[in-house]
């Protein structure tokens, strides 16, 4: 089966600083593949690379068939990859209701997005009681799920989610892993970088440790949730 995603041998630099040294991997229609791994690993800077918000020295990268290589970011998104990114970045002053509206912001299909909007709500009720309210005044937790809401919007065919967890409160936290679990039950393709190692690859078909730029462990979630070393470096096991 051709995968959704496949990434091979990507190196990206900032300047002269090799972020990510000739990484490849590969996402099928289905799937949760996640990448772990401590911070400065090169994970984040493979996504923005993805999306076209940075561009790769070497390297190709191919989605549903296609080359993503010079892509301007806005048609990677109507291509059907979409992008929650770490830190969040919504739009503070305005409302959830127009967060989500300008996740949908390449689409004409204005009963399908109402529909979304509705979905939206239904996966996140919170966002549904304060539609009207500025996001700014949403908690780090309600944020997220605004940001993931906002990345459906598009309807993508594979969504990338950078650090969902990151700053939650554990009760958050679980709630997020569980829309993730909901999500790919629904058919959702996700691509999840998270530090939070033990819940990704519980939720992981397949998973990559990262270390300076490079993935230097691969498998299963299962098996890397077994793997001595990953249990010694990510889970804090003696």
């Known amino acids: 089966m051709t995968p959704l995603l496949e990434v091979t041998n990507l190196r990206v630099a900032y300047g002269k600083i090799e972020a990510v040294k000739g990484i490849s991997l ?18 984040t800077t493979t996504l923005r690379t993805l999306s076209g918000l940075l561009r790769p020295t070497t390297g190709t990268m191919h989605f549903d068939g296609r080359p993503l290589t010079g892509v ?18 919504i739009f503070p002053r305005l409302t959830i209701a127009e967060n989500l509206q300008l996740g949908a912001f390449l689409r004409k299909d204005t009963d ?30 309600e944020q997220q799920m605004l940001a993931m809401a906002r990345a459906l919007m598009s309807r993508p065919k594979l969504l990338m989610l950078d650090e969902p967890s990151m700053g939650l409160s554990p009760i958050m936290m679980q709630k997020i892993m569980a829309t993730i ?3 790919k039950a629904a058919g959702t393709t996700i691509l999840l970088v998270e530090q939070n190692a ?12 990262m270390e300076t730029g490079r993935i230097v462990l691969s498998g299963t979630g299962t098996q890397l949730l077994g793997d001595e070393s990953v249990r010694k470096a990510y889970l804090g096991e003696d």
């Open 26 to 43: 590969t996402v099928h229609t289905g799937q949760i593949v996640t990448l772990i791994g401590t911070n400065g690993a090169g994970k």
């Open 72 to 89: 301007p970011a806005h048609r990677i998104v109507a291509r059907g990859l979409a992008h929650s990114p770490e830190g969040r970045h």
């Open 112 to 141: 399908g997005i109402a529909h979304d909007i509705r979905h939206a709500y239904e996966l996140f009720p919170i966002l549904g009681e304060r539609a009207r309210q500025p996001a700014g005044t949403l908690s780090g937790g």
């Open 181 to 183: 679990r909901e999500l």
């Open 198 to 209: 033990q819940a990704a690859l519980t939720l992981a078909d397949h998973g990559h440790v």
